[in-house]
């Protein structure tokens, strides 16, 4: 069974950014990301409502890297601390060596090549440091940007399933993407 360990928290860095874990000074940026409905139009996970909202799930997502049971990193330019989006591993099928991605980006830096930059450090973490065998990305099937951001990455859709997620008082589709640790 997979074994990981996230302590000391692993900061990657890349050419423009900053992958870093997100502390309680975090929670304003975070909840502008969150409480923005147009950033979380694809994302069925409820829209932060205030700050608190925001510091309470930054400690949820701090316990579970804790409990070594998920890893989200808050994404950065190097020259600024303003957390401009998030990416991690929402969920570990550790018995299987697979993990999920999951990623969000403030609407200034879509377009910027800034998710695919962090994707790539993600994955490489996830196959050469957590020793994953498969990572998926699980999206809605109109988030087209984001189909682009995991096709780009070397992600391949897997699966399209009607109507499998109840949100929102109706049932939507979901796609899911995966890549597979490379061969040697």
């Not at 074994?3 to 975090?26: A, I």
Request: contains cysteine.
């Amino acid at each position: 069974m997979l074994s990981v360990h996230f302590n000391p928290f692993p900061e990657l860095v890349t050419e423009r950014l900053c992958l870093r874990q997100l502390r309680r000074d975090d929670e304003n940026d975070f909840f502008a990301l969150r409480s923005n409905p147009d950033i979380m139009r694809f994302i069925p996970r409820p829209v932060a409502q205030s700050v608190a909202d925001a510091a309470e799930l930054i400690q949820n997502i701090n316990d579970g890297i804790r409990q070594n049971n998920s890893i989200t990193w808050a994404i950065t330019l190097k020259q600024s601390p303003k957390v401009i989006g998030t990416i991690g591993y929402v969920r570990m099928a550790k018995e299987h060596y697979r993990a999920e991605v999951g990623y969000l980006l403030s609407l200034d830096y879509q377009g910027q090549g800034i998710m695919q930059e962090a994707l790539r450090a993600v994955v490489n973490y996830g196959f050469q440091t957590m020793k994953l065998h498969s990572i998926e990305g699980i999206i809605d099937p109109d988030n087209t940007a984001s189909a682009n951001v995991l096709k780009q990455a070397g992600f391949v859709q897997e699966a399209h399933f009607k109507e499998n997620q109840f949100y929102h008082g109706r049932f939507r589709d979901s796609v899911y993407y995966s890549i597979l640790t490379p061969v040697n």
